[in-house]
């Protein structure tokens, strides 16, 4: 499908399973309990210049799913199943991921991710308690974001920008937190366990104890 558009158009429930959408524009759309599994967006727009709200996704099936240089600012994928979704240089502005899922649970305790978002916009978005571990998050806006109990652990978090007010809110053990601003980042605080980082970070992590980096 290229070059559509759909106002308050009525998806849901529909099976687009393997579908491609290009430059395609969808206005108050409803896509809730869809099959867009390894269905694909490129260059989409979900909302138009001046609402509050976007697309619905609720409990929509997107594994696999990919979007692609789409805006989808204030989108809400409440309980979406989102393992494996790809989301590159995307708007996901205010965007809800409440409820969604990323993981793919063999047993209640024994879970994997999968998750490629990368060079988006997620400010203000809502992803509290998500657990997105080990997987490709890199290059992110994540100001104002909510992450009040999600886990990124292991994931590749380099280059991203977060709210100084945020550290400690979710678990970076293990992550790549390269060419990140970490100010406001208390290492007394958060651990840091495995985190890896650029010789210049080092001077923001150590200035909360106290001590002056210096060249040796």
């Given at each position: ?5 759909y106002i ?11 579908t ?7 206005i ?6 869809a ?8 260059n ?8 509050v709200e976007?697309?619905?996704?609720e ?11 789409c ?7 409440r309980?979406?199943?989102?393992f494996g979704?790809?989301i590159?240089?995307c ?5 809800n ?12 305790n ?18 509290e ?20 109990g999600?886990?990124?652990k292991g ?5 991203g ?5 945020s ?5 970076i053990?293990e ?15 958060v ?18 104890l106290?001590?002056?980096?210096t060249?040796?």
């Amino acid at each position: 499908m290229k070059d559509q558009t759909y106002i308050d158009h009525d998806f849901s429930e529909q099976d687009f399973e393997y579908t491609h959408f290009e430059n395609c524009t969808f206005i108050r759309c409803n896509f809730n309990r869809a099959n867009l599994n390894e269905s694909a967006f490129i260059n989409c727009q979900f909302i138009e210049r001046g609402d509050v709200e976007g697309c619905r996704f609720e409990y929509t099936k997107l594994k696999e799913a990919s979007f692609k240089d789409c805006n989808l600012s204030m989108a809400n994928f409440r309980g979406a199943q989102c393992f494996g979704i790809e989301i590159r240089a995307c708007n996901l502005k205010g965007a809800n991921f409440s409820l969604a899922s990323f993981a793919n649970y063999l047993t209640q305790n024994n879970y994997f991710c999968s998750a490629y978002i990368s060079a988006s916009n997620l400010a203000f978005a809502n992803l509290e308690d998500q657990r997105l571990e080990q997987c490709e998050l890199f290059e992110n806006r994540w100001t104002g974001a909510s992450l009040t109990g999600a886990s990124f652990k292991g994931s590749d978090l380099s280059r991203g920008e977060f709210s100084p007010d945020s550290w400690g809110q979710f678990v970076i053990e293990e992550c790549n937190l390269c060419h990140v601003d970490l100010t406001g980042l208390d290492p007394r605080r958060v651990s840091l366990k495995g985190v890896m980082i650029c010789d210049w970070q080092q001077e923001q992590l150590l200035e909360p104890l106290g001590l002056i980096v210096t060249a040796g």
